[in-house]
């Protein structure tokens, strides 16, 4: 028995360079944290299907949803070691990386809609961040949204001093944890896999995140009270393995490339119409309520959060809140 591990291994230290590709299908491990019925979820599994048919099966992705394989900290870290290949973190979730720019993104209010959002990550902010992945051996290959946040608590959430004192579940960035300062309340950094327990038994008390994954983490059930503030945006970067990636035959790849563009498309076609039909499924359930800022109660929270922005040029640095300000046409102190 020992033999045969032992030859089994000499076996696989000396396949020639390339010889694996022959020998069997390329296998491509892309995990995420989400459930497979989510915007996210559901564009991994239409890049499965695209890369597997575009490649005649010498692609094979296995796709291991909610954080099966890695939790949010671990699976950076798994893609740089190689033991996965695809992932999709929010890009709240950059800093332990050493990079903080991403985090520009989860200012408060910055995004207007999807379009201004999806127009700003395709043109020079977008790529100005990708870039900033290679020294980390880390190639971005599209930006997935998963549309706005709501957050929630056993109370109604309608104006800043709502906040006070509320334990708030965040999912990394400073950018958030500042602004629920702001607000008068004590965010805390918790995997997402950790959430639902930790509402339920009351380690946080408040979150924030999209219908989507409300619903699917059943974060409703366990929050009595949603504000539909929709007060920041959520978005993923696509990343790979940068020497997993190019070290694949030229033709694979290509395919490969073909498969996320298409695949980046029908996640970002599907995430608006996913989150609406999660927040509807949410009201139908009736096991919480949902509130909806007047214009007077958003303007107090905008005006409540507006020293994050200030607060961020020391954070994120000047470099990427300028790429962004132009890009969306605003001014930021
Ligand atoms: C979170 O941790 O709340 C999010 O990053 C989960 C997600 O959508 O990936």
């Known amino acids: 028995m020992r033999k045969l591990i032992l030859a089994g291994i000499?076996?696989?230290?000396?396949?020639?360079?390339?010889?694996?590709?022959?020998q069997g299908p390329i296998i491509v491990k892309f995990s995420h944290v989400v459930a497979n019925d989510t915007p996210k979820g559901k564009g991994a599994l239409k890049?499965?299907?695209?890369?597997?048919?575009?490649?005649d099966g010498k692609v094979k992705v296995e796709v291991y949803p909610n954080s099966q394989l890695f939790k949010d900290k671990e699976e950076i870290e798994a893609l740089q070691l190689g033991s996965v290949q695809i992932l999709a973190p929010s890009t709240a979730k950059f800093a332990p990386l050493g990079i903080k720019e991403f985090e520009a993104l989860d200012l408060p209010w910055l995004f207007k809609d999807e379009e201004t959002y999806d127009k700003a990550m395709k043109g020079p902010?977008?790529?100005?961040?990708?870039?900033?992945?290679?020294a980390k051996g880390i190639s971005g290959l599209g930006y997935w949204t998963n549309g706005f946040h709501m957050t929630s608590?056993?109370?109604?959430?309608?104006?800043p001093a709502d906040f006070q004192g509320l334990k708030v579940r965040i999912s990394g960035s400073k950018i958030a944890d500042r602004y629920f300062r702001d607000i008068g309340s004590i965010p805390?950094?918790?995997?997402?896999?950790?959430?639902?327990?930790?509402?339920?038994?009351?380690?946080?008390?408040a979150c924030e995140n999209t219908p989507s994954n409300y619903l699917t983490q059943k974060f409703y059930e366990v929050q009595k009270d949603i504000t539909v503030s929709y007060h920041a945006h959520l978005q993923y970067a696509v990343i790979v393995n940068s020497?997993?990636?190019?070290?694949?035959?030229?033709?694979?790849?290509?395919?490969?490339?073909?498969?996320?563009?298409?695949?980046?498309?029908f996640t970002n076609s599907i995430a608006v119409k996913e989150n609406e039909d999660a927040l509807a499924d949410i009201k139908?359930?009736?096991?919480?309520t949902l509130h909806y800022l007047t214009d007077d109660q958003r303007k107090a929270w905008q005006a409540a959060m507006q020293p994050t922005y200030k607060w961020a040029r020391g954070r994120v640095g000047g470099e990427v809140l300028d790429l962004v300000a132009k890009e969306l046409h605003i001014e930021m102190n």
Do not use: C
């Open 10 to 22: 000499a076996a696989a230290v000396f396949v020639a360079p390339g010889a694996a590709f022959a």
């Open 47 to 55: 890049f499965k299907e695209l890369a597997e048919k575009y490649t």
């Open 125 to 134: 902010v977008g790529k100005w961040l990708f870039q900033k992945l290679e």
């Open 153 to 159: 608590a056993n109370r109604p959430l309608l104006i």
């Open 188 to 205: 805390q950094i918790m995997a997402f896999s950790e959430v639902y327990q930790a509402l339920q038994t009351g380690v946080v008390d």
């Open 243 to 265: 020497k997993f990636w190019n070290g694949l035959p030229p033709d694979i790849r290509t395919q490969l490339d073909k498969a996320m563009a298409e695949a980046t498309d």
């Open 284 to 288: 139908k359930s009736g096991k919480t």
